[in-house]
């Protein structure tokens, strides 16, 4: 048994059965992430369309796919074609392209919303005040569909500090699935990668991202 098929069957032995475990495969070889595959991977997230483009012809649709990076417009279309979630939604402009897209492939793309959690002018993300404003403009939207929200958080070396956050875009995710918006379903709860699943899913995370506990340091 190789060591990322090791790793993936520890992993998923060592999380809840309810917690998605999707696996960043930026900057790892076709080889790597087909070894994930074969060990139990059913979600792989990609940061690039260009390396989803060189991947997915020899991958295909045995995995879901999650777009985890940031969307430039010129690309939404080919992103929509190639991927089952989008994970990172933070602008109106971009939810106009992702459901003029989805429209033209005839299927209805989930998106989460990607939440600046630590208020951090440069990153991506919504800020948390103005997200149920936001949710409710691109609720309008028919071929793209609300499934919940994402965040990062801000880079610690104490995870433990990244806690706080959490709590925050969790609380966020619950007031909105109380307000019952319509064509909104908050389902999904993405946070956490390799240094912090572990809190992040003490703080609700149903999906988490994780790499480099799965196929090591990138050389």
Same mark, same amino acid.
């Given at each position: %048994? =190789?060591?990322?098929?090791?790793?993936?069957?520890?992993?998923?032995? $060592?999380i809840p059965s309810d917690i998605t475990l999707v696996v960043a495969v930026?900057?790892? /070889?076709?080889?790597?992430?087909? &070894? @994930?595959? $074969?060990? =139990?991977?059913?979600?792989?997230? !990609?940061?690039?369309?260009? !390396?989803? $483009?060189?991947?997915?012809?020899?991958? +295909?649709?045995?995995?879901?796919?999650?777009?985890?990076?940031?969307?430039?417009?010129?690309?939404?279309?080919?992103?929509?074609?190639?991927? #089952?979630?989008? $994970? /990172?939604? #933070?602008s109106i402009e971009i939810a106009e392209e992702l459901d003029s897209a989805?429209?033209?492939?005839?299927?209805? /793309?989930?998106?989460?919303? &990607?939440?600046?959690? =630590?208020? &951090?002018?440069?990153?991506? =993300?919504?800020?948390?005040?103005?997200v149920e404003s936001f949710i409710k403009k691109v609720s309008r939207f028919?071929?793209?569909?609300?499934?919940?929200?994402?965040? %990062? +958080?801000?880079?610690?070396?104490?995870? &433990?500090?990244?806690?706080?956050?959490?709590?925050?875009?969790?609380?966020?995710?619950? #007031?909105?699935?109380?307000?019952?918006?319509?064509?909104? !379903?908050?389902?999904?709860?993405? %946070?956490?990668?390799?240094?912090?699943?572990?809190? @992040?899913?003490?703080?609700? @995370?149903?999906?988490?991202?994780?790499? /480099?506990?799965?196929?090591?340091?990138?050389?």
């Amino acid at each position: %048994m =190789g060591i990322i098929s090791y790793n993936v069957k520890k992993f998923l032995k $060592e999380i809840p059965s309810d917690i998605t475990l999707v696996v960043a495969v930026k900057g790892r /070889t076709v080889e790597e992430v087909q &070894e @994930a595959i $074969e060990s =139990g991977i059913k979600y792989i997230g !990609e940061n690039y369309l260009q !390396e989803a $483009e060189r991947k997915y012809p020899l991958i +295909g649709k045995v995995v879901r796919w999650h777009f985890i990076g940031h969307i430039q417009k010129r690309k939404s279309k080919k992103i929509v074609e190639l991927f #089952d979630m989008v $994970e /990172t939604l #933070d602008s109106i402009e971009i939810a106009e392209e992702l459901d003029s897209a989805s429209l033209q492939f005839g299927k209805v /793309t989930p998106v989460l919303v &990607e939440i600046n959690s =630590g208020r &951090e002018p440069q990153k991506s =993300g919504l800020m948390p005040e103005n997200v149920e404003s936001f949710i409710k403009k691109v609720s309008r939207f028919r071929n793209i569909k609300i499934r919940g929200l994402m965040t %990062m +958080g801000p880079l610690f070396g104490n995870t &433990e500090k990244l806690r706080p956050y959490f709590i925050e875009t969790r609380k966020l995710f619950e #007031d909105i699935k109380k307000k019952n918006i319509q064509n909104v !379903e908050m389902e999904f709860l993405s %946070m956490g990668m390799s240094s912090s699943y572990k809190v @992040a899913i003490e703080e609700g @995370a149903n999906i988490i991202r994780i790499g /480099t506990l799965i196929f090591g340091p990138r050389s």
